[in-house]
């Protein structure tokens, strides 16, 4: 996988405080990881890193499009995301990423690369499904539904077959049923 050092973070030269990073997101930073279920993505991600004596906090914000097909049409559309997730950072021993909302580095770490938390934070915030917002309420135009609506058959038709359809004796048997 092509990392690249954008995401890289060097905290061992900033001051104790909080530090400021903007990154804009789109289909390149995707093609990183071989995810292709965005057609276009536009996302703005603000990380504050917090820097402490013994310790790092890191605070992940993002917002933005991205163009996803709506599962019920197949139609593409933009879909709006937003999240935010918080990311602890301990030195130790080893290298230890278990814990999803803590890091730990060894000792002699410089810097600290969050490509991975990015790109977990903007994927997990879509929904599993995804509806276009014109079949919520029900100003999608398409030529498939267009299409559809043409070919239903009307209300006043069903009728008419069904009054046509009935065969006598079936008359006769309700018949049987009434007696009693």
């Not at 954008?6 to 990183?32: C, D, R, S």
Request: aromatic share 10%; proline share 4%; net charge negative.
């Amino acid at each position: 996988m092509n990392r690249t050092k954008e995401f890289l973070i060097p905290f061992v030269g900033l001051k104790l405080g909080k530090h400021h990073f903007e990154y804009q997101i789109n289909n390149a930073f995707f093609e990183n990881f071989e995810y292709d279920e965005f057609q276009n993505s536009e996302v703005k991600v603000s990380v504050v890193l917090e820097k402490k004596s013994n310790m790092l906090e890191l605070s992940f914000k993002h917002k933005g499009t991205v163009n996803v097909p709506c599962d019920l049409t197949g139609e593409d559309f933009d879909l709006p995301i937003k999240g935010k997730m918080k990311l602890i950072v301990r030195f130790g021993e080893e290298f230890n990423n278990d814990n999803e909302e803590l890091l730990i580095l060894p000792f002699g770490e410089f810097e600290i690369d969050i490509i991975q938390y990015i790109y977990e934070m903007i994927v997990l915030s879509v929904p599993l499904k995804r509806v276009h917002p014109g079949v919520k309420d029900g100003s999608l135009k398409t030529d498939a539904l267009e299409k559809l609506n043409e070919l239903q058959i009307k209300e006043a038709d069903k009728k008419e077959n069904k009054e046509e359809d009935i065969d006598p004796r079936w008359d006769k048997l309700k018949q049987l049923l009434t007696d009693k």
